[in-house]
């Protein structure tokens, strides 16, 4: 800790005082009365009407002005949006180009010359088939499980040591993370593996 720290304020060590002498109560235990806090009836009720938590729906792609854009009804919802704010989408980008940002997206990792050639040349016959193909390929490899099995492992706080004075190693952490990279790659729906977490040990298919 640095030697030379400023003192807290008068007003600030009068608060810890009084604070202290109520027997250091811990204010989520007991909020305090506050006239602009929302009662929490009415806060769940807000809260319930999220989209997120809306019942899943089937919607008609809303009519776009540029029908020819995409043939995707999913970018029907999104060129409504910016047509509606007098947008128009960006030219497509180059054959090479949308490749690596595809192997970027699914694997985090730049596509060989090779491989960025063989797209470019097949996608001058056959756009949309040669990025189906590419993107069935890169999504059967094994770098797609490592690259977004990471999201996942950050979430849960994953370490690989302890990080505490002399920052010992943590042994067999890495069972768990090639555990959850193979999770990524077989497609393990995410209800399946939250069960996995809560109860590994007595789900077979976990421990394969």
């Known amino acids: 800790m640095p030697k030379k720290r400023p003192k807290l304020n008068d007003a600030t060590i009068a608060n810890f005082e009084k604070w202290i002498s109520l027997g250091a109560p811990d204010p989520r235990d007991h909020p305090a009365a506050d006239a602009r806090a929302v009662p929490w009836a009415r806060l769940l009720a807000e809260r319930k009407t999220w989209w997120s938590l809306q019942p899943i729906h089937r919607s008609e792609p809303p009519a776009v002005r540029d029908a020819a854009w995409s043939p995707d009804p999913v970018d029907r919802f999104l060129l409504a949006r910016m047509e509606a704010a007098g947008l128009a989408p960006a030219p497509d980008a180059d054959a090479r180009t949308i490749y690596r940002r595809l ?7 730049p596509p060989s010359a090779q491989d960025a050639t063989a797209f470019a040349k097949a996608a001058t016959v056959n756009r949309a088939a040669a990025l189906a193909e590419a993107t069935d ?46 999770a990524f790659n077989h497609d393990v729906p995410l209800d399946e593996l939250i069960r996995e977490h809560v109860a590994g040990d007595s789900n077979p298919s976990a421990l394969e």
Do not use: K, Q
Request: net charge negative.
């Open 137 to 182: 390929r890169l999504l059967a490899s094994p770098s797609f499980g490592e690259h977004w099995a990471r999201h996942w492992l950050d979430l849960v706080r994953y370490a690989e040591t302890h990080g505490s004075e002399g920052d010992p190693m943590i042994p067999e952490a890495w069972r768990y993370r090639d555990y959850v990279i193979r």
């Open 103 to 109: 192997c970027f997206a699914l694997t985090g990792l």
